[in-house]
Each structure stands twice: as structure tokens, then as C-alpha cells.
């Protein structure tokens, strides 16, 4: 119902803001993420999630539009209320819950307070397909690997190396370093090479 709000930042602590929209003010549950995103400017704009219950309607913002989304799923979930989603991204960030999520890894869920082992395995269960669909983790991830790996193949291919040989020590090199960047990457290779 309520997307977003823009307005005037009339009071931030770590777990709500007041935004004053055009006279009005209103209060929004937020997450430590979103704290630590929020500009100290007086006027900013958060993504909203209206809960809607029999006793009360409750506004909750973020920074980003993949943390409500995050959310969203996180409440879909048995269990999962909105105060334990909200903790769960106070705790991680939005990204290490995708991941989390993603890869399984029950242990980072459960390590956030008022998760205990069923319910960590519940939300990896639920939401593990989803995730992977909204997000395109796995293509994400395979995407960036190969762009930092083909430019280090390129550099490498006009240093005189043979592509195939090549493409063999760049993959070891990426298995043992991920996240390597690309002049890591060639660095590392011509060490083996």
C-alpha cells in the first residue's frame, strides 16, 4: 500500500526513524542496516513495508529495495514474525543473509538471536529456491568470476601464453582466491606459469 516515503528526517535512532511527509509524521521500524545507511541529511527517502494487523498497522523502512524484498520473504516464512526478520538484518547484512540462505549455511542463521536450529533450517528450506530465483545468485556470481577471469586470460594471452594453459592456473588461482581482482589474479598466474 505504502511504497516508499520522502520527507524530512525529524528523529533517527537505531531502531526507528520519524519522517515528516508533508506535515505528517511517521514512524518507521528499521533495521541496524538500515541505520547505518541513513544519511544525517534532512531529507531522505525509504522503502516501506505496511504490516497490517488486527490490533495494529505498523510502517517499516529500508535503505534498499533487495532489504524488503528480503524481508518480505523472511515473514513469509512459519514462524518468522517481523521482529525476528528485522533482527535477522540488524544482525547481517542483507547480502549475508541472501547468502546464507543461498548456500545453506544453518549455522550463520541460527547464530542470530531468537533463531534457534529448526527455524534456521525452516527459512533455508522455504526460502533457498526463491532467493536463488529473485536474486540469480549463482549467475551473479558466475558472471563476475568470468568477466575478471577473461580479462585476466586477455592480459595473459597477449604476455605469449597459450589460453589452455593459461585457463588452468587462472582457475587455481580463483578457486584458492575468489574474490581476487584481476591484477591479483594475473599476478598469482605468472608466478605458476
Same mark, same amino acid.
Given at each position: 500500500?505504502?511504497?516508499?516515503i520522502?520527507g524530512?528526517l525529524? #528523529?533517527?535512532?537505531?531502531?526507528d ?5 508533508? %506535515?505528517? %509524521? ?27 494487523? #488486527? ?23 512459519? %514462524? ?14 542483507p547480502?549475508?543473509?541472501?547468502? %546464507?540462505?543461498?548456500?545453506s ?45 577473461d580479462?585476466?586470460l ?7 601464453f597459450?589460453?589452455k ?12 582466491q575468489?574474490?581476487?581482482n584481476? #591484477?591479483?589474479i ?8
Open positions: 500500500m505504502i511504497t516508499h520522502r524530512k525529524v #528523529e533517527k535512532n537505531p531502531t526513524v520519524v519522517i515528516d511527509c508533508n %506535515g505528517v %509524521g511517521y514512524t518507521l521500524n528499521i533495521s541496524l542496516h538500515t541505520y547505518s545507511q541513513i544519511p544525517n541529511e534532512e531529507a531522505i527517502k525509504l522503502y516501506t513495508y505496511l504490516q497490517v494487523k #488486527e490490533d495494529s498497522h505498523t510502517l517499516y523502512g529500508f535503505s534498499t529495495i533487495a532489504e524488503r524484498e528480503i524481508f518480505k520473504l523472511l515473514i513469509s516464512v512459519s %514462524g518468522v514474525g517481523a521482529s525476528i526478520a528485522r533482527t535477522m538484518l540488524s544482525s547481517l547484512t547480502v549475508q543473509v541472501r547468502e %546464507g540462505i543461498a548456500t549455511n544453518v549455522a550463520l542463521i541460527q547464530s542470530i538471536k531468537g533463531i534457534g536450529a529448526k527455524t534456521a533450517q525452516r527459512v533455508i528450506l522455504d526460502l533457498k529456491d526463491k532467493i536463488l530465483k529473485v536474486y540469480d545468485i549463482d549467475e551473479n556470481s558466475v558472471a563476475k568470476s568470468n568477466t575478471v577471469k580479462e585476466a586477455s592480459a595473459l594471452e597477449v604476455l605469449g597459450v589460453r594453459q593459461a585457463e588452468r592456473v587462472v582457475d587455481k588461482v580463483i578457486a584458492v575468489p574474490e581476487a584481476v #591484477e591479483t594475473i599476478k598469482e598466474a605468472l608466478k605458476n606459469l
